[in-house]
């Protein structure tokens, strides 16, 4: 059995499906608008970058490609060991396994925080915020990706699926801590509907991931979030 950290919220689709979560990675936004958005927001050239819940590291080469420093925090230690395989012929790069409220790092240490579908869904995530106050250099800025539920076609599957989800209290949470909302529409885009299939049967249960499949058409899906941000 894989170790977990301490306080991890479990994360379902990637801890249960890794091998389908990473054809959701890469089917998730091919023309690259979030992290164009992230960009003009705070530049991580030369910095230190933090992917919180980084999973199976997927954006970890990513960010190494410009920063002088990346470090992937990720509470399952098999994906965590995963990351690490990823990235191996990567120096600047190192996977850590940990959890939210308790980041594995010192003080000030960081210039760049990326979370993405990882633990920062709004209320109930004071503590994880708390330790990216500890971490975080004067001048650093913090990056959420989250869902935007008031729209889109993925957004009405979200709907659907959690209709206790209110979007009102998320975004007065986030305005309460000195966070910035960027709304993007982005989209899925598979390579075939098998694909498509699998994902949202590892999103969604069974019979509404069914559903949905059979209303929507085609391989490519609109997909609302929101990058919730905030600069130091």
């Known amino acids: 059995m894989p170790e977990i950290a301490p306080g991890a919220v479990p994360s379902p689709n990637i801890w249960n499906a890794p091998r389908v979560y990473e054809i959701e990675n890469r089917a998730v936004d091919p023309d690259g608008l979030i992290e164009a958005a992230m960009r003009a927001r705070r530049p991580w050239t030369g910095a230190t970058v933090l992917d919180v819940g980084c999973g199976t590291g997927f954006h970890l ?5 410009d920063a002088a420093r990346v470090i992937g925090v990720e509470p399952h230690s098999g994906l965590a060991a995963a990351a690490r395989r990823r990235v191996a012929d990567l120096p600047s790069v190192a996977v850590r396994v940990g959890a939210a409220q308790a980041l594995p790092l010192p003080d000030a240490s960081v210039d760049v925080v990326h979370a993405r ?8 995530c004071e503590p994880g915020l708390a330790e990216l106050d500890r971490v975080v250099r004067r001048g ?3 990056f959420v990706v989250d869902n935007d539920a ?3 076609t993925f957004g009405g599957w979200f709907r659907r699926w959690l209709p206790s989800y209110d979007p009102e209290k998320v975004e007065k949470f986030w305005t309460r801590r000195g966070f910035a909302r960027e709304p993007l529409l982005i989209r899925w885009s598979f390579g075939s509907r098998d694909d498509l299939a699998a ?4 999103e969604f249960p069974a019979d509404l991931a069914d559903r949905f499949l059979a209303e929507h058409s085609g391989t490519d899906v609109d997909y609302a979030v929101n ?3 905030r600069c130091s």
Do not use: N
């Open 61 to 65: 080469p990513v960010f190494a490609r």
């Open 227 to 229: 990058l919730w941000w």
């Open 199 to 202: 994902v949202l049967r590892i």
């Open 117 to 124: 579908w990882a633990y920062f869904f709004g209320p109930g």
């Open 140 to 142: 650093g800025a913090v």
């Open 150 to 152: 008031t729209r889109s």
